[in-house]
């Protein structure tokens, strides 16, 4: 199975802060990385694939990048409605596998 | 509007079965691989299974191989999971996913999820 990563569990972060997230996967996937959002007791929202596309309706100040093994979330300016917790997903490989999460908090 | 309702879940013994239900709208149903996610407390995702309509072919995780059953009923835009020979781990929170190609792809939309605990 691919490991996936994620750096790092959990930061501060004030409104206004430029805020990244790092994935790291144990063996190339390519591109097939996506960027998900969860608030508490809610689903997660889908912000990113194919490792930088945005999803329709999510926002510009959202960016990724990445390919191969490492990729990054960007949050440009952070918001009052973006602390929450953020995880990726590899799906290049069966069994598809999540990061642990990162946490955003004030 | 991509709408993915859910129900089915529930309290359940170990060794019991329980199904769920997922009735999706404003898309074409036929037309994109459906997935099941689950989320144990505290938890991060994992990936259960899916099933995509070209070549109807499903897969699973290790974890449910051979206890899980995920079918999807055209005529009612239903997806469906059937758990059976369920155990304590699988107590989650299970969302209905939809892919976002006919072949798979990454998760583009989220049902609410539908709690299920294994518990005697």
């Known amino acids: 199975d691919i490991q996936m990563t994620q750096s790092p569990s959990s930061l501060s972060a004030s409104v206004g802060d430029r805020v990244t997230i790092t994935c790291r996967a144990s063996?190339?996937?390519?591109?097939?990385l996506a960027w998900y959002q969860q608030k508490p007791g809610k689903a997660p929202k889908s912000l990113i694939f194919?490792?930088?596309t945005l999803q329709p309706g999510v926002p510009s100040k959202f960016s990724g990048s990445g390919y191969g093994t490492d990729f990054t979330l960007t949050i440009s300016s952070l918001q009052p409605e973006d602390f929450a917790t953020y995880y990726c997903?590899?799906?290049?490989?069966?069994?598809?596998?999540f990061g642990k999460g990162t946490k955003v908090e004030f | 509007e991509v709408h993915l309702l859910q129900s089915g879940g529930g309290l359940v013994p170990p060794g019991g079965s329980l199904r769920l239900s997922c009735v999706t709208s404003?898309?074409?149903?036929?037309?994109?691989?459906m997935s099941w996610v689950r989320q144990a407390p505290g938890k991060g995702p994992e990936w259960v299974s899916d099933?995509?309509?070209?070549?109807?072919?499903?897969h699973y995780a290790d974890s449910v191989k051979g206890r899980f059953t995920i079918f999807r009923d055209k005529s009612k835009n239903t997806l469906s999971l059937q758990m059976n020979a369920l155990r304590a781990e699988d107590t989650a929170v299970y969302f209905c996913?939809?892919?976002?190609?006919?072949?798979?792809?990454?998760?583009?939309?989220w049902g609410q999820g539908t709690q299920v605990t294994v518990s005697s």
């Open positions: 194919s490792a930088s």
């Open positions: 997903l590899q799906y290049n490989n069966y069994p598809w596998t």
């Open positions: 063996q190339g996937i390519i591109n097939s």
């Open positions: 404003g898309f074409t149903f036929d037309t994109y691989a």
């Open positions: 996913v939809r892919l976002r190609y006919i072949t798979g792809g990454p998760i583009d939309y």
């Open positions: 099933h995509i309509p070209s070549g109807d072919i499903a």
